[in-house]
T-cell receptor, first 113, second 115 residues
Framework: DTGVSQNPRHKITKRGQNVTFRCDPI?????LYWYRQTLGQGPEFLTY????????KSRLLSDRFSAERPKGSFSTLEIQRTEQGDSAMYLC???????????FGPGTRLTVT | AQSVTQPDIHITVSEGASLELRCNYS??????LFWYVQSPGQGLQLLLK??????LVQGIKGFEAEFKRSQSSFNLRKPSVHWSDAAEYFC?????????????FGAGTILRVKS
C-alpha cells in the first residue's frame, strides 16, 4: 500500500454514460498524475497537476475527458459519453516536491459495455 | 521522441535461478530511470530508481539494476528468484524532469516462476 487511494476500484458502465473516478494522494504530495493502461501495455500519461493547476494534458485526453484537483488535494477524472475504447485501468500517481519517484494507487478498472 | 523498449514480453525462470529483464530507452537528455512491478489487478510498486552516481543501483526485494549509458540500457537483475516474484515488470524513463516529470513506460515483461 503506497498511501495513494483510488475509488472505485472497478466500474462497469454502458456506452454513452458518464463516469467519474477519484484519487486521494499521499499527504503533502503536491504533484498528481493520471495514467491509462490498456491490456498488454504499459501505462500512458494522461495529465498532471501541480497543486490545483493542471499543467499538461496528453493528446490522449480527448474533449470527453476532464480532470480537476480542487484545492490541491484529491483529484477527479471524468469521462463523458463513454466509448468501448475507454475500457482500461486508470492509474493515479503522486510525487513529493523535490523528489522524482512517483507512487501509484491501485487503479480503477473501467469496463464499458 | 522518448521511448522505452522491453524486448521480452514473457520470461519463465525456475525458482532459485537468476533473472535479468532487459530495458532500452531512447531519450535525448540525462535519463531518470525506474523499474516498477505490478501484480495482477494492482497498481505499480516502485522497485528502484537511477538518477545519477553509481551505475549499479539496489532496490527492494533483492533487485538491482545497472545503467549503461553506451548501450542506453537499464537492465533489472536478481540473483535468485522466488515464486512471489511472479508479476509484470515495467521499465520507465522520466521525461522533463525539470518540469512535470511524466513517466514513459515500456510495454512490460511478464515473469513466470516455475517450481
Amino acid at each position: 500500500d503506497t498511501g495513494v487511494s483510488q475509488n472505485p476500484r472497478h466500474k462497469i458502465t454502458k456506452r454513452g454514460q458518464n463516469v467519474t473516478f477519484r484519487c486521494d494522494p499521499i499527504s503533502e504530495h503536491n504533484r498528481l498524475y493520471w495514467y491509462r493502461q490498456t491490456l498488454g501495455q504499459g501505462p500512458e500519461f494522461l495529465t498532471y497537476f501541480q497543486n490545483e493547476a493542471q499543467l499538461e494534458k496528453s493528446r490522449l485526453l480527448s474533449d470527453r475527458f476532464s480532470a480537476e484537483r480542487p484545492k490541491g488535494s484529491f483529484s477527479t477524472l471524468e469521462i463523458q459519453r463513454t466509448e468501448q475504447g475507454d475500457s482500461a485501468m486508470y492509474l493515479c500517481a503522486t510525487r513529493y516536491r523535490g523528489y522524482y519517484e512517483q507512487y501509484f494507487g491501485p487503479g480503477t478498472r473501467l469496463t464499458v459495455t | 521522441a522518448q521511448s522505452v523498449t522491453q524486448p521480452d514480453i514473457h520470461i519463465t525462470v525456475s525458482e532459485g535461478a537468476s533473472l535479468e529483464l532487459r530495458c532500452n530507452y531512447s531519450y535525448g537528455a540525462t535519463p531518470y530511470l525506474f523499474w516498477y512491478v505490478q501484480s495482477p489487478g494492482q497498481g505499480l510498486q516502485l522497485l528502484l530508481k537511477y538518477f545519477s552516481g553509481d551505475t549499479l543501483v539496489q532496490g527492494i526485494k533483492g533487485f538491482e539494476a545497472e545503467f549503461k549509458r553506451s548501450q542506453s540500457s537499464f537492465n533489472l537483475r536478481k540473483p535468485s528468484v522466488h515464486w512471489s516474484d511472479a508479476a509484470e515488470y515495467f521499465c520507465a524513463v522520466g521525461v522533463g524532469m525539470e518540469y512535470g516529470n511524466k513517466l514513459v513506460f515500456g510495454a512490460g515483461t511478464i515473469l513466470r516462476v516455475k517450481s
